[in-house]
């Protein structure tokens, strides 16, 4: 068997402190898992089961790389996130046994084409090209589990040319990193290599070309994101 034309390059993120790469298979995204943001958005921040979407797995961005603003948008938003990622398969996984799924964790920023996202939500529709468009998942390098534990608590901030935007508390997770995992397997097999950005606080906001945005989580250190010229569509 011979494939028809060259398949694409398997998508990976940078490891702490290696020259390896982690593959990545899937990006699932927890909407609204903070209750401050919840609000923002108009929403009830009531403990509903939470919701996911999805990106593919070649949105992905390094740290440090820039993002062309994104065509057919006039609103792209920035979202710092806490990402778990998972490195031992699993389906049906209790709450108590969902931390052994994670092999490390890294800081991430779900960049959102906002006016497309709320166009589809007002209408019915799936949030894909608000969400899933290129380069929409900015992912720092992941740490090991056995370097860094399991973060339940300590800060998560974004930073907008040097001004802060975001500020909370882990801590304040509606659904933790145990819960997610174990929900979203009750639905969907987790695979090595799935990364799952667990939802973003309040204070979402534009961001425009020429503008650098900085996400800080407490023990997984920061990730920088310049934003480039506007892309052609």
């Not at 990193?177 to 639905?187: C, F, G, K, Q, R």
Request: charge should be negative; include cysteine; charged fraction near 20%.
């Amino acid at each position: 068997m011979a494939f028809v034309f060259p398949p694409q390059p398997v998508p990976s993120v940078a490891v702490a402190g290696s020259e390896d790469r982690l593959p990545v298979r899937r990006i699932f995204c927890v909407g609204r898992n903070y209750a401050a943001h919840a609000r923002e958005m108009g929403q009830d921040p009531d403990r509903d089961p939470p919701f996911f979407f999805t990106k593919p797995a070649d949105a992905v961005v390094d740290a440090g790389e820039t993002v062309a603003y994104p065509p057919l948008t006039e609103n792209l938003h920035y979202e710092a996130e806490l990402v778990a990622v998972i490195g031992t398969a699993g389906r049906g996984i209790g709450v108590d046994d969902a931390l052994s799924h994670v092999w490390g964790y890294a800081i991430g920023n779900d960049l959102t084409r906002r006016d497309l996202q709320l166009a589809a939500r007002e209408k019915g529709r799936p949030w894909d090209f608000g969400k899933a468009f290129d380069r929409s998942a900015v992912i720092g390098p992941v740490h090991p589990v056995s370097d860094v534990g399991h973060p339940a608590t300590g800060a998560i901030r974004l930073t907008l040319n040097g001004e802060t935007r975001q500020d909370a508390d882990l801590a304040d997770l509606i659904w933790s990193v145990p819960e997610v995992i174990s929900i979203l397997s009750h639905s969907i097999a987790l695979k090595p290599g799935d990364l799952i950005m667990t939802g973003t606080p309040a204070g979402v906001g534009p961001m425009k070309p020429g503008d650098t945005c900085v996400v800080a989580v407490a023990g997984l250190g920061e990730i920088e994101t310049p934003i480039g010229a506007r892309e052609s569509a």
